[in-house]
Each structure stands twice: as C-alpha cells, then as structure tokens.
C-alpha cells in the first residue's frame, strides 16, 4: 500500500538527553502543531531533524534516538553543528526568512551556509529516497527545504512531490535580489504541485518563475520541458475541535485542578472585574510585530488614559532561534519596552504588562485563549498566523475580539476580526478602544462567522485538499505525454 513521506526541517517531537536518559517532548511552531493530526490519522511517516545536534547524542544513545523517534512513525535526520549553523540558523534563518518576510537590511548572502545549505537539503532527500516505494505520494515542507524537490526528482524522476511553502513568498522584486535565485526556484520546481497560504503568494512565485526562469506561464500551471508544474493556494486550517474540547475541558475544572496560571489570572479577573485582558501570543520573532504592539500599547494608555488600571497586555513570548544576532536584539529590546512602559504607567495595585519569555506547556495556552478578552496579533508580515485561528476556536461562548494585521495570511479568512495595519499606532490605539466598547451580541456575531469558516476548513480538510491535488497531478502528467 502507498503511503505519505512528510518531510520538514524538525519532527513534531523534540528530543533532548537528560541525565543521560531520551527525554521526547512535542515539538512547539505551526507547522509541527498543523500537521500532527494529519501525520497521526493517515498512513505516513515523517522525515526530519530530532533537534539535536549529532555530537550530543552519546554513541550508546543513537539507536535510542532512532527508535523513539520510530514510535512516532517518524525518522530522524542527524545534523552537526557545523550543519545546523549553516543550514538552519544561516542561509534559512539569516537569508531566507528575512527576506521572504521583506527584511531586506537582515538579509545575509553567506556563500558557506549556501553550500550547506545544498549539502543539508541533498541529506534529507537521500533519507526520503532510502523509504520511498514507487506509489507513494511525498509532501516537503517549508523554505528549509527549498531544494529538495529537484534533488528527489534526479533520482526517482517519476516520483509524485508537493511542495508546501509555510511563509511568504515575497514580490518578485524583492525575491530577484537573491543571490542564488535560479536555484531556488529550480529546486522548488521538482515538485508536481507547489501549494501557498494565499493567492498572493502564489502570484509572487509565479511572477518569479515567469520572470527569472522565463518558464510559460498559464494561470496557476507551469510548462516545464518535460512537466507540467501546477501551483495553488491553500490557507491553512487548525485542528478545530482539539481547541474547541479543550475550552469546553478548561471550563469544566475545578479550582483544586486549575493550572496555578488560571488561578492567577481568575485572581486578577476578580480583583479587577471591569478590566480587561489583551492577549499577546508569538515566537520571539521581529516578523511578529512584538516590538510595535508594545509601542501601540504605550501609545494606547497614552491617548486614552482612561483605561489606566483597566487593562492587562499578557504577553507570551516564546524563545526562538536565539543564535541569530537579530533574535538576541530584539529580545533586549522587548526587555527594554516592557521595563519602560511598566515602570511608566504602574500603580501600587497594577502592573500593564504580564510578560512570559519561555514557553507554556498546551494546557496553559488554553488558560491565556480563554482567559484573554482580547487577542492583539500585530505581524509585520506572517504566513498565515494559526495563533489567530486558535483564539477563536477556543470562544466556546463567541465572546473576545480579534485584533488582528492585515499582514497574516490569516486576515484573509478573518474579515470580522478587527484588521489593522501594524505600523499604523494611531489606528490600533483606535481598535483596541473599539474592542474594548463592543456590544457582546456583536462580538458574537463576528465570532460565529470566523468559527463556522474555521470548523469546516480545519487542518484535516487542508491537508486532504492538498493531497487530492496532488493525486491530480497524476492525471495531468498522463495528458501531457498524451500530447
Ligand atoms: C509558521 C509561519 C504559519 C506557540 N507558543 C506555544 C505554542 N505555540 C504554538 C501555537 C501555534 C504555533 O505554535 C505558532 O504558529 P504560528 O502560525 O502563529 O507561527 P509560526 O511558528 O511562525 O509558524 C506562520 C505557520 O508556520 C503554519 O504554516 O501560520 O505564518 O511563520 O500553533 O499554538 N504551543 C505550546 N506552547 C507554547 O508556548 N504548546
């Protein structure tokens, strides 16, 4: 029977050694919490890096990796040091991801992480290679991976690929400044289907691939001397009623087993009980916008001084890529702006800002969706942005606004949320009054019709309206030989 090889940078699981013991822990980013459910369902398995670093794993511990990682259905790539720098924190994470997010001043062109950048890429396609049967359908995830399905394509030319992009893809003026454009592209093009967020992402790359590689065109098809290349959007989904149950679970508890965060934030609920809480929920990452809600915040209280004492930014900001210079200026930064905007507006019984730099077991991040009266999501630019979509599936009683940019991927499914521009403070100091006056029956109403769009277009249906593309690909590969 064929099955699925899902192929991503990470595994959904994180293993570390502790006291010289595996330690397996989910993996946290959208890409691993989207896909889990789909990987757990189906008939797959999936192929990527453990999260750490070969020269960490004692000899005696390898085959341990290997086998908890095959619990899981999943095969894990080993990386050194050397590769990880160069691969994952440099041309991925200082080339790709800044400008794939319009970044440009981040952008590094490093002709080393480029060629382990290849190296890396060609290393996870020969893993792919060792498991795939003749059949089976591969799904390569994200701009780590960006060659892959070229290099899968030289050794098994009629195997069926999908390439799925889980960020930008940037303007085509932006993208040609890439030093190794052709490539790219090229690398991108061994799949059968190429599937973004949304239909602007799609016309980027087209426009590129039209541009660039001087490739005919038409429409969302791509005529390859020897292929038919189809590209097409597919926003993704959340796994709905796993937020949705969990809310509905979190409202059942007791007060002996809440978590010691609800029973801290049902303390400030209490004390406070005509305030209000904003959520503000990302990875450390100047994509994200953080920087800029803290200043639209402070410019808030500013403008409108009326909610001194009646409002609480949460904010959660998990740890991420802190190896990159940028990552480590933004988080002194973020310090710097919620020492200052505390020590500005605090009163003896008020603190405005509540600010967690870790991560939060899942059971938490249900505490801070339900708790939260507000969601304030202010990326600068976002593929999509799942954080959004699970605030909403966790309202089990429709209440809480959206503020949301215009700059997600998911702004495009959520015109009832509140849209903003993030560098506009004028206008999110604006929303977030608006947000706080909403009538309940209009938060109602907006939120039923985001619910209703994001039940029915969940994870599951995203994943299987990718694969059934890319079955039809098959057939389009028959009509083009027929020609
Ligand atoms: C990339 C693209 C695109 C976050 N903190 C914790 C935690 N999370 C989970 C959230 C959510 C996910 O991580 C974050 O997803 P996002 O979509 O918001 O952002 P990225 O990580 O940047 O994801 C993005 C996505 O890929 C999918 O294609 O939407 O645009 O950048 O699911 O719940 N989970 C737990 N603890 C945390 O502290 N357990």
Redesign the pocket.
């Known amino acids: 029977m064929s099955k699925t090889i899902i192929i991503s940078n990470r595994l959904p699981l994180q293993i570390s050694i502790e006291d010289n013991n595996l330690e397996v822990t989910?993996s946290?980013?959208?890409?691993?919490?989207?896909l889990k459910s789909f990987h757990k369902e189906g008939d797959s398995i999936w192929i990527g890096w453990s999260g750490l670093p070969e020269e960490e794993i004692p000899e005696h511990l390898l085959e341990d990796v290997k086998s908890k990682a095959r619990d899981e259905d999943c095969i894990a790539v080993n990386l050194t040091e050397e590769e990880i720098e160069g691969f994952y924190y440099g041309f991925s994470n200082r080339t790709i991801w800044p400008l794939f997010h319009y970044f440009m001043e981040y952008t590094e062109s490093d002709d080393t992480y480029w060629e382990t950048y290849k190296q890396v890429n060609q290393r996870y396609a020969d893993e792919v290679l060792k498991h795939y049967e003749e059949g089976d359908h591969i799904w390569v995830h994200?701009y780590q991976l960006l060659l892959v399905p070229k290099m899968i394509r030289e050794q098994a030319p009629d195997a069926i690929i999908g390439f799925?992009n889980?960020?930008?893809f940037p303007s085509y003026e932006v993208f040609r400044t890439l030093p190794w454009r052709e490539e790219v592209l090229e690398g991108v093009l061994g799949a059968d289907l190429i599937g973004f967020?949304t239909y602007d992402y799609e016309r980027h790359f087209l426009s590129s691939v039209s541009r660039i590689l001087r490739h005919q065109v038409d429409f969302n098809e791509i005529t390859l001397p020897d292929r038919i290349v189809k590209v097409d959007s597919f926003p993704?989904g959340?796994d709905y009623e796993k937020f949705s149950k969990a809310a509905l679970d979190h409202y059942e508890k007791t007060s002996e087993n809440q978590s010691e965060l609800q029973q801290r934030l049902d303390h400030h609920l209490k004390a406070t009980p005509d305030a209000k809480l904003i959520l503000s929920?990302?990875?450390l990452?100047y994509?994200?916008g953080i920087a800029n809600r803290l200043r639209a915040f402070e410019y808030f209280l500013d403008k409108y001084p009326e909610f001194v004492e009646k409002v609480r930014l949460v904010m959660?900001a998990?740890p991420?890529r802190s190896n990159v210079p940028q990552y480590q200026l933004l988080k002194r930064e973020i310090d710097e702006l919620v020492g200052r905007i505390n020590g500005k507006f605090s009163t003896v019984s008020w603190t405005p800002i509540w600010y967690f730099y870790?991560?939060?077991?899942?059971e938490?991040?249900i505490d801070l969706y339900t708790s939260c009266d507000i969601a304030l999501l202010t990326?600068i630019r976002?593929?999509?942005?799942?954080?959004?979509k699970?605030y909403i599936a966790t309202r089990t009683d429709h209440t809480g606004v959206l503020i949301l940019s215009e700059m997600?991927?998911?702004a495009h499914e959520m015109n009832e949320a509140l849209i903003i521009n993030p560098n506009n403070f004028d206008q999110i100091a604006s929303t977030m009054k608006q947000a706080f006056e909403m009538p309940v029956e209009e938060q109602i109403s907006r939120n039923k019709m985001i619910q209703k769009r994001l039940k029915r277009y969940n994870v599951e249906k995203w994943a299987q309206d990718f694969m059934k593309a890319l079955r039809n690909t098959e057939d389009n590969r028959q009509a083009f030989e027929a020609i």
Do not use: Y
């Not at 870790?358 to 899942?362: D, E, I, K, Y």
């Not at 976002?382 to 959004?388: E, R």
């Open positions: 989910p946290v980013g959208g890409l691993a919490t989207g994200d799925f889980h960020i930008p967020h993704m959340i929920l990302d990875r990452d994509t994200k959660l998990v991420s870790r991560s939060m077991p899942f938490n991040l990326p976002d593929g999509m942005n799942l954080v959004a699970e997600a991927g998911a």
